[in-house]
């Protein structure tokens, strides 16, 4: 993952989730919604989202050993998958932050938990987070975890 794009990446995930909550799940696929904050509401109308497309676990707190490999998590079926998330319903988001290397996302709560959702994959894409329907000014904002460990990310141009 180049440091360039990560840093714009970190930049963009704090703007779209930090003060957040946790208010809904949409059912096509795991994808988390979240809602607006005092820190994004001037620039975001859509709906926030984190799609996980990969593999996660929800922490009760900091202290965890980090999975290296899909064999380390939990092999949720669908309900479980959900269940697990609901955990988080409601609780704000005081913190995100990107692995060094891989493109891991750490989402940390007020609450003390951290949700980690796996970064890696060779093939397909691990994870999301964007704002989508969102009508302010056309503007597009969107960090993806890439196959090979790479970040894409859709931000307007003046952040």
Same mark, same amino acid.
């Given at each position: 993952?180049e440091?360039?794009?990560?840093?714009l990446a970190?930049k963009v995930l704090?703007?779209l @989730?930090?003060?957040?909550?946790?208010e809904g799940? &949409?059912?096509y696929?795991?994808?988390?919604?979240?809602?607006?904050?005092e820190? &994004?509401r *001037?620039?975001?109308d859509?709906?926030?989202?984190i =799609?996980?497309e990969g593999? !996660?676990k #929800?922490? *009760? &707190? +900091?202290?965890? #050993?980090? %999975?290296?490999v +899909?064999e380390d !998590?939990p *092999?949720y &079926?669908w309900t479980e998958?959900?269940a697990?998330? @609901?955990?988080?319903r409601?609780?704000?988001?005081?913190?995100?932050?990107?692995?060094? +290397? #891989? %493109? =891991?996302?750490? #989402?940390? !709560?007020d609450?003390?938990?951290v949700?980690?959702?796996?970064?890696?994959?060779d093939?397909?894409?691990?994870?999301?987070?964007?704002?989508w329907y969102?009508k302010? =000014?056309n503007?597009?904002w969107?960090?993806?975890?890439?196959?090979?460990d =790479?970040i @894409?990310?859709?931000? %307007?141009?003046? !952040?």
């Amino acid at each position: 993952m180049e440091q360039k794009l990560k840093k714009l990446a970190d930049k963009v995930l704090k703007f779209l @989730c930090i003060g957040s909550k946790l208010e809904g799940i &949409n059912f096509y696929g795991l994808k988390i919604l979240l809602s607006e904050s005092e820190g &994004n509401r *001037d620039r975001i109308d859509g709906q926030i989202y984190i =799609n996980i497309e990969g593999k !996660f676990k #929800v922490f *009760d &707190n +900091e202290k965890f #050993v980090l %999975p290296r490999v +899909e064999e380390d !998590f939990p *092999d949720y &079926n669908w309900t479980e998958a959900y269940a697990e998330i @609901c955990k988080l319903r409601l609780k704000e988001i005081v913190d995100v932050r990107l692995g060094k +290397e #891989v %493109p =891991n996302l750490f #989402v940390y !709560f007020d609450s003390g938990e951290v949700l980690f959702i796996f970064g890696h994959h060779d093939k397909y894409e691990s994870w999301q987070v964007g704002a989508w329907y969102n009508k302010y =000014n056309n503007e597009s904002w969107e960090v993806i975890a890439c196959p090979g460990d =790479n970040i @894409c990310i859709g931000a %307007p141009e003046d !952040f």
